[in-house]
Structures are given as C-alpha cells and as structure tokens.
C-alpha cells in the first residue's frame, strides 16, 4: 500500500488562494506533503479567490510561486502530479448568491472537506454563512482559521461566534504557526522524556526564563494592519504566550488535544494580572526610530511609507510575567519582543539557580549556572552550558564553561527541517487538535494582554524611542536589571 492511500482523499479549499500566506506558506507546505506521499491520490485543491482566473493561469502563479518558495528545488514528477490537483473558483466571499458555483465546482462525494481561511477575519463569518447556505457544512468537514481572532477579547469572542454557529469546536483548527515549529515541538520531549528536566522544571532549580521572538524587519508595508495592532497584538498574544505555555504547563496525561490543551490553558490563567497598578514596573513598550541594521540606514516607525506621524502604536514589548501556582510561584518570565532589531532571532533561555556551595573556588570564584537555551530561529537546536574539567596533567583542578549544542542542521543534516505549516496541514488532514488552540485559550489570552492594553492607554504615555537596529529601549535592559538578570544576546 502507498502512504498516500492511508489518508482519506479529501478537498482542501483555500480561500484566499492567491494571497501572500498562500503562496509563501499554504501551497508550497502541500506541495512538500505531496511529494512525501501524504495526499491521497484523489485529492484535490481548490484555490478560491475574487479574480477572474482560468485554471491554467492559476497553475502558472502556483508554479512561480513553489518555484521561489521551495528551497529545495521542484520535483517534475511531482509537480505535474501537484499542479494535475489544481481547481479554481472566483468568489466574492461576501455575496451568499456566489457560493452556488462553488456548490458545483465541490459536488462529487469527497468525504472531508478541509476549509483554510486565509483572509482578513473580519469576513469568517461571511464565508461561513455563505457555505452553509448552500449545505457545504458537514460534521466531517473541518475548518482552518488564521491569527489574529479579534482585536480583544469581545472581538475574538464574536468571530469565534459566527465560526462556531455552524462548526463544532472539534472542527475547528486554529492555527498558530509556532506550535508547529520543530524545536517548539521538542520543548514536550525535552519536558516530559528526560528525567534530567522533569525533576528539575520548577522553582526550587530555575532562577527564571527568558523568552525572546526578535525581528530585523519593519512592517514590511502592512501599515494599516499593524499599527491597529501592535506588537502586544501581533505577537504577545498569541505567539509569545503560546510558547510559554508549553515551557510552563504541568504533564498532561497523554498527548491528545484534549490533555495537552487544558494544561496549557491552567498556565495561561495562572498568569499574575498586569493592570494599571502594576504596568509601569511589569511592562516596557518601545516604538523605533531612525536607525542603522547591517551598515545600512532605516527609517523609524513613523517614517515609514503611509505612516501617521501622531501613531502611538508599539514596536517592541518586554514583559516581566509571573505564574501564580505551586510549581512557579517566584520565578519571572521575561518577554521580549520587538520589530527592527539587530537580527531575527528566537530563543527560550532557562537560566537555572547557581549551585548553593562551591569547591572549584580556585578555578572559579562564582560557578556560573546552568543554562538551557532552545533556539527557535534561525539555527533550530538546543544548547546546555554547563561547566567541565580541562584536560591536563597539573595537580591544581582548571574548569571552564563548556556548551552541549545539538543544532538539527547538524545533528540531522540528512534530513531536512519540517516547515511548520508543512506538519500543521498534516495534522489537519489527520484530525489532530493537539497542536491547535482552543477557544478558551484564545480568550484567557486575550483576558490578559486587554487588562495590559487597557493600563497603557490609561496612562496615554507614548511608547519609548529606540533607534532601528538596536535591541530595544533603555528601559527594557532596567526592567530586568531591577532584579539583578540581563537579557542574553
């Protein structure tokens, strides 16, 4: 039996097919998939979009696009299968009339259909309303959706609302793309496979954690999305909080979506209330300014194309987080996250408690501690800087600190990394929630970062200047230095 025939032929229909989600991610990640032999046979994909185009037109576009987008290079074989699956419908999302045509172009008897909304989420609903009026909902079907749901939590709560009136929440797929990343997947087996770590992940052996998602570019000409939403918006809620989640959560049962959620879920409502008493001294918001990255000049934020000169949005947060529970209580999680930064980067650093007694003191006056760093971009791994013996035959003891460094490229080099969107279109397809977000999540989420929110508009302070290139305001190295850490770099 082939791999592909293990998998139900379904279709999967993207909406928003010709947008820059799809042809940078959605079709070169099936494209991959195809190729593994992970589509059934008899698979189809549908592209769905507002222009007027023929099916030839729309495989010339998807064949640029995997062309550019897949590192690797194509495979004929496999694109001509690839592109031999290609449909397209033209919709007007909005016009529940429309949806008739794309009635015809699905009828044949496909026992899943997998819907991916990659649009704005202002018109889920519309999609939603306009598929079921047609009797395009099944309870086999499934539905993906994009960040960000809503603006807030009253936001998120009505586009979750007009998703879930006609999908159950088993049907649901919200997506966040970190949560397929190989080495945010390695944080369970980190966790929960090695004893070193399990008996160790609490607060009587880590000093704190360091999580940081950095960014080297500006808006990338998203002006009008971005300065509505912000980095606490953009990144903060979903992403950052995502992450933490998984490093701070307490062993689920078993790795079915329902175990693995609840527990990230008690993690995030575990999160201390940052309001307006508190904002000040738990929270750093910085918006950049004229600025040079690699040699080269940058314009600040609101030099930017298009931009309003009078914009209070921010560019970059730190956070000082706590989690009030048995496991946490004491231990800072910082947060940190910018745009226009020196490079992109993104790391979990766990920085352990210095060992309580030292007999090294004439190698080493202080032993520095232990510290766990997983690199979640560029360079995907995980390093452990520890100290060790140098070799020699002098009768005084030398130490130094010495780094464990398991990087995929290295360690696998055989093997090429997973695109995150590759393993969460797999899961999909598979019916697998666990690497999804449920709508509670979403909501403790956004109950926590409105409260933040809601404090700096109060204080109607504006965010403070930091020059692009640069890792971040002045105030965001005091933050943490107030409690004698720095930030890693």
Excluded at 148 to 175: H, M, T, W
Excluded at 445 to 468: F, G, L, V
């Amino acid at each position: 039996m082939k791999n592909s025939e293990l998998y139900s032929a379904n279709e999967i229909v993207l909406f928003g097919a010709l947008g820059d989600l799809s042809r940078r991610k959605l079709l070169p990640a099936l494209y991959q998939l195809d190729q593994a032999g992970l589509l059934n046979t008899e698979s189809r994909i549908v592209g769905v979009a507002r222009e007027d185009l023929t099916v030839e037109k729309l495989t010339a576009f998807v064949v640029d696009n995997l062309t550019e987008f897949v590192k690797e290079g194509l495979d004929k074989d496999v694109l001509s299968r690839f592109t031999a699956r290609l449909v397209y419908q033209q919709l007007d999302f909005k016009d529940t009339a429309s949806y008739r045509q794309l009635a015809t172009t699905l009828a044949g008897g496909y026992a899943i259909r997998l819907y991916y909304f990659s649009t704005p989420p202002a018109i889920y609903g519309d999609i939603t309303n306009g598929l079921q009026s047609v009797k395009l909902i099944t309870d086999a079907d499934r539905v993906v959706i994009e960040k960000p749901i809503g603006n807030c939590l009253a936001s998120s709560k009505v586009i979750n609302d007009k998703v879930s009136r006609y999908f159950n929440e088993n049907q649901i797929y919200r997506i966040d793309h970190y949560l397929g990343k190989e080495t945010v997947l390695n944080l369970l087996v980190l966790r929960f496979a090695n004893s070193l770590f399990t008996n160790n992940w609490d607060r009587n052996s880590i000093d704190h954690i360091q999580i940081t998602v950095a960014e080297s570019v500006g808006i990338e000409g998203r002006w009008g999305f971005y300065d509505d939403a912000g980095q606490m918006r953009d990144m903060i809620q979903n992403h950052l909080l995502q992450v933490l989640s998984l490093v701070a959560m307490e062993p689920p049962a078993d790795l079915s979506a329902d175990s693995v959620r609840v527990e990230k879920l008690k993690a995030v409502k575990a999160l201390v209330p940052i309001n307006r008493m508190n904002v000040k001294e738990k929270t750093v918001r910085g918006q950049y300014t004229d600025g040079y990255l690699n040699g080269l000049p940058i314009p600040g934020y609101l030099n930017e194309k298009g931009a309003n000169k009078k914009s209070n949005t921010e560019t970059f947060v730190a956070i000082k987080a706590e989690i009030d529970n048995w496991r946490w209580a004491g231990v800072p999680f910082y947060l940190r996250t910018g745009k226009r930064m020196p490079a992109k980067h993104s790391e979990i650093v766990v920085q352990f408690k210095p060992q309580a007694h030292n007999i090294f003191k004439d190698s080493h006056a202080d032993l520095p501690a232990n510290k766990l760093t997983i690199r979640l971009q560029p360079d995907e791994g995980v390093e452990l800087q520890m100290m060790n013996k140098i070799p020699g035959i002098a009768s005084q003891m030398h130490i130094q600190e010495n780094k464990l460094d398991l990087s995929f490229s290295e360690t696998y080099e055989n093997q090429r990394v997973v695109d995150a969107y590759e393993r969460l279109m797999l899961e999909v397809i598979n019916g697998n929630q666990s690497l999804f977000v449920s709508r509670d999540e979403v909501e403790a989420a956004w109950t926590w970062a409105d409260s933040i929110i809601e404090a700096w508009q109060t204080s109607n302070e504006r965010p403070k200047a930091y020059p692009a290139g640069t890792w971040g305001p002045v105030a965001s190295l005091s933050m943490i230095a107030r409690d004698d850490r720095q930030w890693v770099e």
